[in-house]
């Protein structure tokens, strides 16, 4: 088999290498040595739930750990694996026929893996708390000898495969009310466009699978990316503004979410390994089409940037490894590492990068913006135009004189729908807003009313108590 | 039903606009689009009173744009700006020769004064010459390298403080795409910065005014102001690889306009890593010019050029660097993989 441009490689010590490769994150992380603040990454007998997503090519992250961790394989996992799989055919718009059938083939699957697993429909993000968003900001912090303590204990309990059987039993395949299927199909169906409902979905999905992790005691989600796929999502978050957040979309870790860490430990693998080592070893798969199966290249961002490094790679076949690398060199942009809570979009989960100096590309749309609309204010001399302090927020204001400060009072903006959304903006980072504006104003009442009640909790953390009443919420 | 300005709301539209989608009547364009250039170099404090800035001009429409926006907003907000056109002859017949006719239209209709420097005075060797020798693969490599050298040593001769640049939004966007494709950390950093920090010998200050202005808005306005600009390629055909992030950026821009921006607020926001290698920044031991190796890439280049081994400055050469610095006569071997391809 010839996979790089090192040699061939024969089909067991090909097995080897991707086997040996997938312990290379794991001692990366298993000591202190890769840290990302001054916590171990993953503790023996740490429980880990390694989310399914729909792509085929990445189920063999599933084979690998059961590799890993039985007792066979010469090096050992040290942490118990769960799967969760998220079943979006809601979203996408599947019957429910089909739903229930590729579901139950799942089922077979992960039966057969022994872990411990979920499948829950997308549906249930729906009945989410607000607290899914309001992160627990206080990581825990534990100091580099827990590890060894942790290791002892994971030894002593013979290696957590009693954990294993405990809980198999609690699995079932959860029914979905119709209801709450149209009111998701509805809040997807007001994304106007594909580049938007793509961005919504993937949230959801985000806020769904960190609340899974956290009921059930997962505190590290293992996601399947591989370096592929990274470099697309690299280049998808450029395209979509959120480079600020570039190192934590596309990191090998990601702490977003505070108490429950995400990891990708495939990175390593490009998409074609991934595909060439489950044929191979005849890993099953099951194809589930997502939003933008049998879609046009250009018929969203996500699905343009796809196509656009796919084909690039197969003139240059650098191109994916120079992106991923590339990526690999930038960290997280944000002003102070512990973002406080407040600081957060409450869409993606990432530090807001809405602050922004005079001289950007922000303050140049929103002063495009002011400029191109009716009443405007045409500014002349030098130094009159103000920097505003809250990009969205004080925007509104500014035509007729100032009100209080940066807060919205009643009475100058034109209506509260109005109102609510430059409020909803004022808490969202940039590309979350460009999402946002691609909705169907009056719209997503789902959504904003999701967000909006956790933003009154944030907004009672804050003790701004004033501004809810106003909001009437 | 007509659609109607969303400024003043009286007139008819004549455009929508690509970065906020507002349509605006052709006045309240105007006006919008020259407040936010003013905009731009006021809040990123571009200039000083008092001092001499170059406009680079190349005849095109961004730097047509540039030198009649920059003029009327020194005249209207009072820069108390000294400004001169500053451009770059390369030698190409048939492109060149006819775009720097249109710069010394401009230099009459603005009234300002100009200084051409040209490849041939400066290295001894003019594009087409270039082009003769290495072919039409890489050719935009020397042209790219010594304008940028060229540009400098008209802004020395001239004295002039700074230089703006007409790069556009558009421009910077795809230049943070080529830098994530080539994995060139050290320039997508730089890169979307709005001017140059550069202190050194021989290195005027450079920054880019339309650097939030879109293409297409550009050429609306050079259109509607019925600018004197000349609009065809370079003969020479354009980087290939550059092409790919080029028609990717366009493709974005159709799918959600505002991606350009988005882009470049990525750019803005983008910080690299700690202890992530970066090339230091020193000085050519040649000519003096900044340079990261022994040469800088121009005197690398024109060394090529001069031992008839194009390829010296293509690709990374650096361990012949010393060689060159000392005169040496490369082996046969280096010899042959520098010279040029024969098709």
Known sequence: MLMRESGCLGQECWSREVLAGWYVPRTELGYPRCRTSSYTLYLPSSLITICMLFNLVLQSILFLPPQGVSQKAHKKLRFVPGIVYI???????????????????????????????????????????????????SLSDQPTSAYKAAVDLFLQSGGGTDVITQEQEGVSLPDVQDSQTQLLQQLMDSAKTLTAKQDLLSTLRQHLLVHTARTK???????????????????????LGRGAQLAEDTGFSDCRYGDVVAVRPMREYSAKEIAYYNRMFKVPSVVIPSLDTKTPDKASIQRLTESFVTKLQADFPSTVSTIYRTGEKLQTACRSSSAEDTDRCLLCMCSLDTVVEEASALQATLISEQLSQTKAPLITGQNSVEPEPSAAVGRCC??????EGTQVAAGCCSSPKEHEAAELRSLLCYSCQRTVRDMVSGRAAAVTRMKLRSQREKIIKNSSTTLISKLGF | MPVLCSSCSEKRAVLKRPKTGHSLCKECFFGAFEEEVHQTIVAAKLFKPGETVGVAASGGKDSTVLAHVMK???????YGLRLMLISVDEGITGYRDDSLETVKRNQQQYELPLKIVSYEELYGWTMDAIVRQVGLKNNCTFCGVFRRQALDRGAIMLKVDKICTGHNADDVAETVLMNVLRGDIARLR????????????????????????????????????????????CIYSPNAYRG??????????????????????????LSVREGVKMPVQGTCSRCGYISSQALCKSCVLLEGLNRGLPKLGIGKHHRLHEKILSQQPLTESEQRKLKSVDF
């Open chain 1, 87 to 137: 079943d979006e055919g809601g979203a996408v718009g599947q019957c429910k026929e089909i739903r229930q059938k590729t579901t139950s083939e799942l089922c077979e699957m992960f039966r057969s893996t022994g872990f411990p697993f979920y499948i829950l429909p997308l549906e249930q993000v729906l009945d989410l708390p607000g607290s899914v968003v309001v992160a627990p900001s």
């Open chain 1, 217 to 239: 005691g997962y505190s590290k989600l293992m996601l399947g990316d591989s370096c592929t796929r990274l470099a697309v999502k690299l280049l998808t978050s450029i395209s």
């Open chain 1, 398 to 403: 500014s035509a007729e004189g100032p009100c």
């Open chain 2, 72 to 78: 009327l907003l020194n005249e209207r907000h009072g």
């Open chain 2, 190 to 233: 730089r890169c979307t910065a709005i001017s140059t920090a550069s202190e050194g010998d021989g290195v005027v200050p450079r920054c880019k005014p339309l650097k939030y202005a879109y293409e297409k808005e550009i050429v609306l306005y050079a259109y509607f102001k019925k600018l004197d600009y000349f609009s065809t390629e």
């Open chain 2, 244 to 269: 790919h992030a080029r028609t990717f950026l366009k493709d974005l821009e159709s799918i959600r306009p505002s991606s350009i921006m988005d882009v470049i607020h990525s750019g803005e926001n």
